[in-house]
T-cell receptor
């Protein structure tokens, strides 16, 4: 069962780039890496997904090194509205148990 | 709006009671997931159904049960409620229910308070 490790919290300021790294040392060959964002009292929302190298969409970029044992979510030029909890979700190698972990609480300051 | 609906939005009940939470997945999604989120436990996976069949089971208590109906909506039944069951309960849906590739779309949640 792939387990993920993320920093518990991070602080940033408006306009800065934020990078949140997730460790998943036991990731399986067929596992994808997915990131979700959650605002207080709301359900998590999909941000981005990748398998290897780099993926970019209109919201974020996801960097995955060749060994795939970690991944980094990059949020360009954050604003106050990016204050949320960010979860890294890794496939479980086939057992279908989604493990979100505690996530990273990002606070963006003015 | 994710397209996933959950009712009720809030529920207040007493210890020992039984409640039913309801979830309607996005149109076309065959898989439904249930999660519990409390302040001290984070987002905990409870159970998943795919096209009416149970696919995966997480840390779901024996007092809790769920099912997915032919029209694909799902219900989570919580019985013999305890104070510690107070939490946000989320439902999510996905197209197929393959954990390592499917995007999960979450509903707004049901906030359960047990007094």
């Amino acid at each position: 069962l792939a387990k993920t490790t993320q920093p518990i919290s991070m602080d940033s300021y408006e306009g800065q780039e934020v990078n949140i790294t997730c460790s998943h040392n036991n990731i399986a060959t067929n596992d994808y890496i997915t990131w979700y964002q959650q605002f207080p009292s709301q359900g998590p929302r999909f941000i981005i997904q990748g398998y290897k190298t780099k993926v970019t969409n209109e919201v974020a970029s996801l960097f995955i090194p060749a060994d795939r044992k970690s991944s980094t979510l990059s949020l360009p030029r954050v604003s106050l509205s990016d204050t949320a909890v960010y979860y890294c979700l890794v496939g479980d190698g086939g057992s279908y148990i989604p493990t979100f972990g505690r996530g990273t609480s990002l606070i963006v300051h003015p | 709006d994710s397209g996933v609906t959950q009712t009720p939005k809030h529920l207040i009940t007493a210890t020992g009671q039984r409640v039913t939470l309801r979830c309607s997945p996005r149109s076309g999604d065959l898989s439904v997931y249930w999660y519990q989120q409390s302040l001290d436990q984070g987002l905990q996976f409870l159970i998943q159904y795919y096209n009416g069949e149970e696919r995966a089971k997480g840390n779901i208590l024996e007092r809790f049960s769920a099912q997915q109906f032919p029209d694909l909506h799902s219900e989570l039944n919580l019985s013999s409620l305890e104070l510690g069951d107070s939490a946000l309960y989320f439902c999510a849906s996905s197209v197929q229910g393959l954990t390592n590739t499917d995007t999960q779309y979450f509903g707004p949640g049901t906030r359960l308070t047990v007094l």
